[in-house]
């Protein structure tokens, strides 16, 4: 009975909310349902496996820390099936999985389920079996290694897009006649969203298409001018005709690009900067 009051009384704040704000009556639950699922608004931004949650979020939270709580929670899930909580993640994170466009993110919500059906994991082994001091210590040290790990990710940029947004704009300091352009099969915003507070105003930027129905006016082409390309992934970059290109800028070293773990390089910004510079020279 609890819970139900605790629910209705969740949902009411939240309608209330809606309409002070929207200054309509707005059910968002039901919104949310219809332009993301019967719409299809969501598979917009990209569609992944059912399976994707299971294989990326240990990745998410850092392995291997990660695949130990997650060990220790499937043991909660099994000795508390009939929990509250259990019945809070389980239906969320199927729900979740059958709608094809997936982020990390739509799992935050779960953090007090699973954390607590965690640490009912652990408290079972501990009663089941005789917890060995290199397990604390190896637990221990996974803790710390994940707040140092923290700590840096918190240190850096959140979007890896500002890391070349930061790169054009120290590049147009020293190079202010410099041209920028972004190599893209078709014509589209330079960046996937709007992040007009990283760019430039005073830099020349132009787009340079792959496909040959867009025409490129190659005689506006000089030395020393930047080329952003943002599809690296589909193919390798060419320069344009006369000219050759010299690496400037990546955020990911090359060793990184061998490696191609559960596919991470479909799902992630990869662009690489050059300068162009006469082939001849």
Known sequence: MGLFCGVFLAVGIGLATDYWLYGEWVFAPYNYYFYNIVEGKAAGFGVWPFWWYFTEM???????LSIVLMVFMAIGVWRHYRHPLTWCLIPFVLAHSMIAHKEVRFMYSMALPFFFLTTAGWQYFQEKYAVKKWMVKTFVF???????????RILIPAKDVITYAEF??????????????????????????????????????????????????????????LMVFTEVAKSTP????????????????????????????????????????YADK
């Open 58 to 64: 240990p990745l998410a939270l850092v392995p291997p």
């Open 142 to 152: 996974l803790l710390w290694l994940n707040m140092v790990m923290m700590v840096f």
């Open 238 to 277: 060419a320069p344009p005709p006369g000219y050759r290109l010299e690496r400037e800028f990546s955020y990911y070293p090359e060793w990184i690009l061998k490696v191609n773990i559960n596919n991470w390089q479909s799902r992630t910004l990869i662009w690489e900067i050059y300068r162009l510079e």
């Open 168 to 225: 054009l704009w120290n590049w147009y300091r020293k190079h202010p006649n410099s041209t920028v352009y972004f190599v893209k099969e078709e014509p589209k915003n330079h960046y996937p969203l709007p992040i007009t507070f990283y760019e430039n105003p005073a830099q020349t930027q132009r787009s340079w298409y792959t496909l040959p129905e867009y025409k490129n006016d190659t005689t506006a082409l000089r030395p020393g001018d």
